[in-house]
């Protein structure tokens, strides 16, 4: 089995690194301090997907993919809804979408005829496609709500190309974060070794 090639994983570097610029200036352009740990917590979350959605659309094919725009429209009506001072504001923008599935069932009687036994066959043949056709139906509908923009993908097939990018392009963010992490837990203990004063301050 082949590995990625380097120019997937140059890619892949490039997107991190603009990611990271992304993040890094959008955490400098908020004010932390009158937020509570949740407050903070969405907005390094906010501030990340926007950094994503930002990375993506500049990368080279992020034109075609849907989930960067919704992404920051949704992000873009949070800031405006804050901005009035409405409570309900989040970062993400989900749309429920229902569906009325009718499911016929055949009833037989205890003495089925020959003829009639038949019809009770492909009466079960057809109730059995339809469990399945409702199965990918109900999983088609959860995919939609959990990508960003996947109420706007025209088929299936473009609703699994988005969710993929958005798989692949999301396992970067982790990685990103991760490394954001591990750096500011090096400073801070860096710090406290320089000043061991502050260790007994926190405790």
């Known amino acids: 089995m082949r590995g990625p090639s380097a120019a997937g994983k140059g890619a892949v570097a490039s997107f991190k690194g603009d990611l990271l610029r992304n993040l890094l200036r959008g955490l400098r352009a908020r004010s932390f301090d009158a937020m509570s740990l949740q407050e903070r917590k969405r907005a390094v979350k906010c501030s990340a997907d926007v950094a ?16 960067p725009k919704a992404v920051l429209a949704a992000a873009a009506a949070a800031a405006a809804a804050s901005s009035s001072s409405s409570p309900a504001a989040t970062c993400e923008a989900r749309r429920s979408r ?75 963010q982790v990685d990103v974060l991760r490394r954001v992490s591990a750096a500011a837990a090096a400073v801070q203990r860096s710090a406290i070794l320089r000043d061991p004063t502050q260790s007994m301050g926190q405790s």
């Open 52 to 67: 994503m959605a930002k990375a993506r659309g500049a990368a080279a094919g992020g034109a075609r993919a849907r989930w």
């Open 98 to 172: 229902f569906e009325r599935v009718v499911v016929r069932r055949c009833v037989g009687a205890k003495r089925v005829r020959r003829g009639c036994y038949a019809a009770a066959k492909n009466a079960a043949a057809a109730a059995s496609s339809d469990v399945a056709r409702r199965l990918v139906r109900r999983r088609t509908m959860a995919l939609r709500k959990v990508i960003p923009g996947g109420d706007a993908a025209r088929d299936e097939a473009a609703l699994l190309r988005e969710a993929v990018d958005y798989v692949v392009h999301l396992r970067a």
